[in-house]
């Protein structure tokens, strides 16, 4: 199962300037913050199909440091699929670093697609929301690695991402099934291809 068409890339609206003093933290800085603190329990938590219950073990404890580097707020529950994407995110910067892997050939290797287990449920073996963006994410880095790598690499909210993420567009278009909707922030197309670039350059 895959979500789908109707795509709509919505751009993100200015958000009002702070004071250095008040600014939280943002997801981005978070993600890489837990990377940073807890590689093993990320390894585990992006090895869990998304919605399983080893993912919701991984996701306990990788919330004892995820509330640390939110300003140490209360962190409870389970990952929605941009939280779990920006903690992807944040783990392949640091797999690549300054690096330029060869996605080309990366991508044409067998098992780092997600593949669910036979006769796994929804709502008990994986969510179907989590699995059906990290299924998209699949088909368009499969469709186009180099698009997707160099998405990635560029600054959140510079023309070169609005740049990057246009020359995908046309891929996202084709891996959304006919007959669904999906309506995606323009800066969340990055998060989409995270995770799949993270499971296929550190196999």
Do not use: H
């Not at 404890?61 to 962190?75: E, I, R, S």
Request: hydrophobic fraction near 45%; charge should be neutral; charged fraction near 15%.
């Amino acid at each position: 199962m895959i979500v789908s068409l109707a795509l709509m890339l919505l751009g993100g609206a200015a958000a009002a300037p702070q004071s250095a003093a008040v600014v939280a933290p943002s997801g981005a800085d978070i993600a890489e913050c837990v990377v940073d603190n807890d590689k093993g329990d990320v390894r585990a938590l992006l090895g869990a199909v998304p919605g399983s219950p080893a993912e919701t073990r991984a996701t306990q404890k990788v919330l004892t440091f995820y509330g640390g580097c939110n300003d140490n707020k209360q962190a409870q529950g389970v990952f929605a699929w941009q939280e779990r994407a920006q903690i992807a995110e944040a783990a392949l910067s640091g797999l690549i670093g300054g690096k330029t892997p060869d996605v080309t050939t990366a991508a044409g290797q067998a098992g780092w697609a997600l593949a669910l287990p036979s006769g796994a449920n929804p709502a008990v073996d994986y969510d179907a929301v989590k699995v059906g963006m990290r299924m998209l994410g699949d088909c368009i880095v499969r469709a186009n690695p180099q698009g997707a790598l160099a998405l990635v690499r560029t600054d959140r909210g510079s023309a070169a991402e609005a740049a990057a993420t246009g020359g995908l567009s046309g891929n996202l278009a084709a891996c959304l099934p006919a007959g669904q909707k999906l309506t995606l922030k323009r800066q969340d197309l990055r998060l989409v291809v995270a995770e799949p670039l993270y499971q296929m350059l550190s196999r």
